[in-house]
């Protein structure tokens, strides 16, 4: 039987986030001067060596960012988090920074005297900005301990768009501008905040580090599965018995996720589709259930392990319906910057609107197929890229429901 | 080098070069939209995707740069498919009236949609109902046409460092907008219409005063007169399917006057008597302490610059008019007494490559005629409209001149258009006022080309005189804190809004790159190179003009019809 | 506090401007054009690209708005868990339809995306405090915190 195995959240629950000393008591910071004591390419070596990759969505592995960043020649480089937690159903970066803000802290740190950079930043979303106070309090906690020494941090916030998620636009957004990505290359560890070497990683991916060099890269990359390993934390929404949060090796499958920790269905209904990783992500039906959570087999089955929500439905849920507010979603977080997106998520949104409202033909799933795979591999930055994939796999899973709704 | 394959072809770019460079090297044509030859790299229309081998997302050819061993495709079925879904997307909700476009046949958009083929739109056509903005009296705003590709907000944020256009909101309701989506003319808009040249399709152009002009004509009481900029004529072939100054000025004159002019007259003319005004204006300031250094004020887009954004620095502007308006008061006077006409019978229409000389044209100080001086400006562009509507054969046309009284100029006035020009002109005439001398070589080469900013230093006598040439606002900006900051080591400068003087203004031909000015530029000296007279104080007209009417520069019938003031007009939001 | 005296706060900040709209948002629940203009020129951007900065992010209004600014979830979890009853309910309740805020200045009522709360949905927030498993029965005591 599949059980829980708590890195990133191993201090949840158990110590008062806002007193550094129970964080020092866990053995917390020891990490960090660990990491100071070694040489800055071991660092990385052991990192990279640990495969950790990205917590964030895209999967890219941490301690081969951080060598970018670290041989890119510059007079100032930063370290920056993504805190823009904005994937609906997700919440596990707060649940790290209310629970152990120093995790992340040290993560980041470790990080800065990897690459060379002295100046950090938090990026918050708008909808966190009561969780400001504990951030601070834990950088000063930090500071007048003397574990930060050259390294400044700073909480900056977003005010509302979801698509500041995206690196580049987080970028902008910390600039002070509207959030609209980047074009790419070039890459942020190379160019990023006011144009000097970046790193941006997720507040999952900083989590892991201290455990990964308290513990040894050897040991992280023996839990799970091979190709992603560690953990991921799952936060489950929906129709699911036990709606909340989970840390699990990346070798569990999604039924152990829903069926075992979930608890099952709710009130006795039978399971009809789990949309994994957020808004975007793929509508999983039974019969791809025992796929891992691991990033390479969610893309072997089209889906993706994005941010780790798990958002389950039962037999009564009207797919169309869910899919139809999803669109909507997009329609309203696009930046509005590249066309395929700022057009076509709109536009997908008001075909699925008319298929929802019993007016849609087969001509609209052909046309939103066509739409949708146009957005995602012509849109600038993933979320247009990544939006039509609830349409896309809904129309190929779940074609009975569209059926059912034709004129 | 790196060695690349494009659509089969192989090929060896420089490194560091975009597919779409690399493409555009050895033949291969890809479509854009947001790239602009002399702008930033935006890739936000998308337009330009092409395949890249071992890639699932199609690639940006504008933005991405090519590696060792790439093999693009860029008319494969997906690209193809991509494109024609991107421009379907477009279409959706762009206006369908191509036919009562002010782009009409010289649009972007318009081009690709024919290149693609695009029949019936799959997308529900959805017009977004934008109000048109006519706020001001030189260019329009028709939102409902944007495709936001933003190459108007860079041209006059980074061009011209004017910034009154923005992006307000985001997503599907994100739409460029003057500052605090106000009216442009509530906007710092300086009117320079550098936005025109830098958009793809219809969204923004010029007034047109068309209509106007051909009802003149049509009344049996009007004398209607005209006045051609110097920069006009190297461009106007453009608009009829010539080269670059390929236009005799003998048949423009005529083309002029088969479409309806009673009298044409040239803005040289007053070129020429702005110089002498101007050069004596600047010999006054320097013997007797005035104001330093002096601004050139023939540009109307440069004025509204320094009224919006350098109030303090409005003494620093020569007093005297722009060419267009001092011909303008000169017409209804000195030129109507002449000819023995009755001033309120004269229609007297410019023919500017600018549109902000259509604001200039109604601003109230205008009137010392004792009538609107200027009655209607056309741009080069609606003069061009007006050739093609009259189906004039410009290779069959016989030459004819100027009529004659405010008709003759020197090549100083011709070189007004181009960026420099006016200080070279004036420098022309300065030297010899000054000196009592003769100036053995006109040519100061050193004012000439499209640098942004450029100096020199003129010896007249033992008085060194410093000079400084901006053309494009943000390069102005640079000249203007200088001075506002008291550190300026110039007397006298010269500024033009248009990047490349003139010949680069918003009424002149679409340009789709900075060759183009460059090209219109070396027009502009061949003319100059090729008159008899090249100072304008040499010029005859204006001997006696002098002669018999004004007596002399600087004096109280110049004061009264050649020299204006200006006016704080700085915005609160800039 | 004036708008002038809480953005000169964050001038030193480096591309702070949003952290300056949030504090004038906390005085004066939205973006007066005046503080948009006086952001910029503290800030030395033109005023298109602080204007632009202020109509991009949805927390920002540079229209007046209630007082106390009530956002309803409508992302997909809280859809599905009755999010659109509690919004009823709402509109009801306050007599106004989304995007309007009530006659007396108290309210302003908006619809968000996910607020990451998701363990108890539907969720609300008021002035950013969120609201857990709200229901149209939750609403009056909620609403009689901020009356």
């Known amino acids: 039987m599949a059980e829980e195995m708590r890195i990133v959240l191993r201090n949840y629950g158990k110590i008062d986030p806002l007193k550094i000393d129970d964080y020092i008591a866990q053995g917390g910071y020891k990490s960090l001067e660990k990491a100071r004591s070694m040489d800055k390419?071991?660092?990385?070596?052991?990192?990279?060596?640990?495969?950790?990759?990205?917590?964030?969505?895209?999967?890219?592995?941490?301690?081969?960012?951080?060598?970018?960043?670290?041989?890119?020649?510059?007079?100032?480089?930063?370290?920056?988090?993504?805190?823009?937690?904005?994937?609906?159903?997700?919440?596990?970066?707060?649940?790290?920074?209310?629970?152990?803000?120093?995790?992340?802290?040290?993560?980041?740190?470790?990080?800065?005297?990897a690459i060379g950079a002295t100046k950090g930043y938090i990026y918050l979303r708008g909808e966190y900005l009561f969780l400001v106070e504990t951030l601070e309090t834990a950088i000063a906690q930090a500071k007048e301990k003397g574990f930060?020494?050259?390294?400044?941090?700073?909480?900056?916030?977003?005010?509302?768009?979801?698509?500041c998620g995206e690196e580049t636009a987080l970028i902008e957004s910390i600039e002070g501008k509207r959030g609209e990505p980047r074009f790419k290359p070039p890459y942020p560890p190379n160019e990023g905040l006011w144009s000097k070497p970046t790193i941006v990683n997720n507040v999952e991916t900083?989590?892991?580090?201290?455990?990964?060099?308290?513990?040894?890269?050897?040991?992280?990359?023996?839990?799970?599965?091979?190709?992603?390993?560690?953990?991921?934390?799952?936060?489950?929404?929906?129709?699911?018995?036990?709606?909340?949060?989970?840390?699990?090796?990346?070798?569990?499958?999604?039924?152990?996720?829903v069926f075992t920790f979930g608890g099952g269905v709710r009130d006795g209904k039978r399971f009809k589709a789990v949309q994994i990783g957020g808004t975007s992500g793929a509508f999983i039906p039974e019969s791809l259930l025992d796929t891992r959570v691991a990033f390479d087999d969610m893309n072997a089955i089209g889906a993706t392990l994005g941010s780790g929500a798990t958002f389950v439905m039962d037999e009564t849920r009207d797919i169309v319906d869910v899919v139809t507010r999803i669109m909507k979603f997009f329609e309203h977080e696009s930046c509005g910057k590249c066309t395929p997106c700022r057009e076509g998520t709109a536009r997908m949104h008001e075909l699925m609107e008319k298929i929802n409202e019993g007016q849609g033909s087969d001509k609209d799933t052909a046309l939103l197929n066509k739409l949708g795979n146009v957005m995602t591999y012509s849109c600038l930055c993933g979320l247009g890229q990544a939006s039509p994939a609830p349409a896309l796999t809904t129309i190929k899973h779940f074609a009975a429901d569209y059926q059912a709704k034709m004129k | 080098m790196v060695s690349i394959t494009i659509d089969g072809i192989k090929a060896s770019v420089p490194d560091g070069s975009t597919i779409l460079q690399a493409a555009r090297s050895v033949g291969v044509a890809i479509p854009t939209l947001c790239y602009h030859p002399d702008q930033s790299i935006k890739a936000n229309c998308r337009i330009c995707v092409c395949e890249v081998e071992g890639n699932r997302l199609l690639q940006a050819a504008c933005s991405q740069p090519v590696a060792e061993g790439m093999v693009i495709k860029t008319r494969s079925p997906k690209v193809l498919e991509a494109r024609k879904t991107i421009l379907e997307l477009i279409l959706a909700n762009h206006p369908q009236d191509c036919l009562n476009c002010i782009r009409n046949g010289n649009c972007e958009l318009q081009d690709l949609a024919m290149e693609y083929c695009i029949r019936e739109n799959p997308f529900e056509f959805k017009v977004r109902g934008y109000k048109k903005d006519f706020s001001t009296p030189s260019l329009f705003r028709d939102q409902d046409k944007c495709i936001m590709c933003r190459r108007c907000i860079e041209a006059c944020s980074v061009i011209q460092s004017v910034h009154a256009l923005g992006v307000e909101n985001?997503?599907?309701?994100?739409?460029?907008?003057?500052?605090?989506?106000?009216?442009?003319?509530?906007?710092?808009?300086?009117?320079?219409?550098?936005?025109?040249?830098?958009?793809?399709?219809?969204?923004?152009?010029?007034?047109?005063?068309?209509?106007?002009?051909?009802?003149?004509?049509?009344?049996?009481?009007?004398?209607?007169?005209?006045?051609?900029a110097p920069s006009v004529r190297?461009?106007?072939?453009?608009?009829?399917?010539?080269?670059?100054?390929?236009?005799?000025?003998?048949?423009?004159?005529?083309?002029?006057?088969?479409?309806?002019?009673?009298?044409?007259?040239?803005?040289?003319?007053?070129?020429?008597?702005?110089?002498?005004?101007?050069?004596?204006?600047?010999?006054?300031?320097?013997?007797?302490?005035?104001?330093?250094?002096?601004?050139?004020?023939?540009?109307?887009?440069?004025?509204?610059?320094?009224?919006?954004?350098?109030?303090?620095?409005?003494?620093?502007?020569?007093?005297?008019?722009?060419?267009?308006?001092?011909?303008?008061?000169?017409?209804?006077?000195?030129?109507?007494?002449?000819m023995g006409v009755d001033p309120s019978k004269v229609y007297s229409v410019s023919i500017m490559p600018c549109v902000a000389k259509k604001f200039e044209a109604q601003r109230p100080e205008m009137n010392a005629s004792g009538y609107q001086d200027v009655d209607v400006v056309l741009t080069t562009r609606e003069i061009g409209r007006l050739f093609r509507m009259s189906g004039l054969d410009f290779t069959k046309l016989p030459p004819s001149n100027f009529d004659s009284w405010m008709g003759a100029y020197s090549g100083a006035a011709v070189i007004f258009g181009a960026s420099g020009g006016v200080m070279e002109a004036a420098l022309r005439t300065v030297y010899e006022v000054a000196t009592g001398k003769t100036l053995e070589d006109v040519n100061f080469t050193a004012t000439r080309g499209i640098t942004g900013i450029k100096d020199a230093e003129v010896d007249l006598d033992g008085t060194k005189v410093k000079v400084a040439i901006a053309n494009g606002l943000a390069n102005a900006r640079k000249l203007m804190n200088q001075v506002r900051a008291g550190e300026s080591p110039y007397h006298f400068i010269e500024i033009m809004a248009c990047p490349g003087g003139c010949i680069g203004g918003g009424g002149q031909p679409i340009t789709k790159a900075n060759a183009k000015r460059v090209e219109r530029i070396e027009a502009i000296y061949v003319e100059d190179e090729n008159l008899p007279v090249r100072k304008s104080h040499d010029n005859p007209e204006v001997k006696a003009l002098y002669d018999e009417f004004l007596h002399e520069p600087l004096g109280h019938k110049s004061h009264e019809l050649l020299h204006t003031h200006y006016h704080d007009n700085q915005k609160k939001y800039l | 506090?004036?708008?002038?005296?809480?953005?000169?706060?964050?001038?030193?900040?480096?591309?702070?401007?949003?952290?300056?709209?949030?504090?004038?948002?906390?005085?004066?629940?939205?973006?007066?054009?005046?503080?948009?203009?006086?952001?910029?020129?503290?800030?030395?951007?033109?005023?298109?690209?602080?204007?632009?900065?202020?109509?991009?992010?949805?927390?920002?209004?540079?229209?007046?708005?209630?007082?106390?600014?009530?956002?309803?979830?409508?992302?997909?979890?809280?859809?599905?868990?009755?999010?659109?009853?509690?919004?009823?309910?709402?509109?009801?309740?306050?007599?106004?339809?989304?995007?309007?805020?009530?006659?007396?200045?108290?309210?302003?009522?908006?619809?968000?995306?996910?607020?990451?709360?998701?363990?108890?949905?539907?969720?609300?927030?008021?002035?950013?405090?969120?609201?857990?498993?709200?229901?149209?029965?939750?609403?009056?005591g909620i609403l009689a915190e901020y009356k």
């Open chain 1, 41 to 113: 390419k071991a660092l990385m070596d052991e990192v990279k060596k640990s495969n950790l990759r990205g917590r964030g969505g895209a999967g890219f592995n941490c301690g081969m960012k951080w060598s970018f960043a670290a041989s890119a020649q510059a007079d100032q480089k930063y370290v920056v988090c993504n805190a823009d937690e904005g994937e609906p159903g997700t919440y596990k970066d707060r649940l790290i920074m209310e629970g152990d803000p120093h995790t992340l802290i040290e993560g980041m740190a470790v990080c800065a005297y």
């Open chain 1, 148 to 163: 930060l020494k050259d390294f400044d941090l700073e909480v900056r916030s977003g005010a509302g768009a979801y698509v």
């Open chain 2, 170 to 228: 985001r997503g599907h309701h994100a739409m460029v907008v003057p500052t605090l989506g106000m009216d442009l003319i509530d906007s710092p808009c300086i009117m320079c219409g550098q936005c025109i040249h830098a958009c793809p399709v219809g969204a923004i152009g010029e007034v047109e005063y068309i209509e106007d002009f051909l009802k003149a004509v049509a009344d049996p009481d009007k004398i209607v007169v005209t006045q051609i």
């Open chain 1, 206 to 257: 900083y989590a892991n580090i201290p455990v990964i060099l308290e513990k040894g890269a050897d040991w992280y990359a023996g839990i799970g599965v091979a190709s992603y390993p560690g953990t991921k934390v799952l936060t489950l929404t929906g129709d699911v018995v036990n709606r909340t949060f989970f840390e699990v090796p990346t070798d569990t499958t999604i039924r152990d996720v």
């Open chain 3, 1 to 140: 506090m004036s708008y002038k005296e809480i953005i000169a706060k964050y001038a030193d900040k480096p591309g702070g401007i949003i952290e300056a709209y949030h504090a004038i948002q906390r005085e004066m629940s939205y973006l007066p054009i005046e503080a948009v203009g006086e952001t910029a020129e503290v800030f030395k951007v033109p005023v298109s690209q602080a204007y632009g900065v202020a109509t991009f992010y949805s927390m920002f209004s540079v229209k007046a708005r209630g007082k106390n600014i009530i956002r309803l979830c409508e992302s997909a979890p809280c859809h599905v868990a009755g999010a659109e009853e509690v919004l009823a309910a709402l509109e009801k309740e306050l007599g106004i339809k989304v995007g309007e805020s009530t006659a007396d200045g108290k309210f302003a009522l908006e619809l968000s995306e996910c607020v990451g709360q998701c363990q108890a949905t539907p969720v609300l927030t008021v002035n950013g405090k969120p609201y857990f498993e709200v229901s149209p029965a939750k609403l009056t």
């Open chain 2, 234 to 338: 190297v461009a106007i072939a453009e608009e009829i399917g010539m080269s670059t100054g390929e236009m005799p000025m003998e048949t423009f004159v005529t083309g002029l006057r088969q479409i309806g002019f009673d009298y044409v007259l040239h803005t040289n003319f007053t070129a020429d008597l702005t110089i002498v005004e101007e050069g004596n204006e600047l010999l006054k300031r320097l013997s007797t302490g005035g104001t330093l250094p002096m601004f050139t004020s023939c540009s109307p887009g440069w004025v509204n610059f320094c009224e919006t954004f350098y109030p303090d620095l409005l003494d620093n502007l020569s007093t005297c008019k722009s060419p267009q308006q001092m011909f303008g008061a000169l017409a209804k006077t000195y030129w109507a007494e002449k």
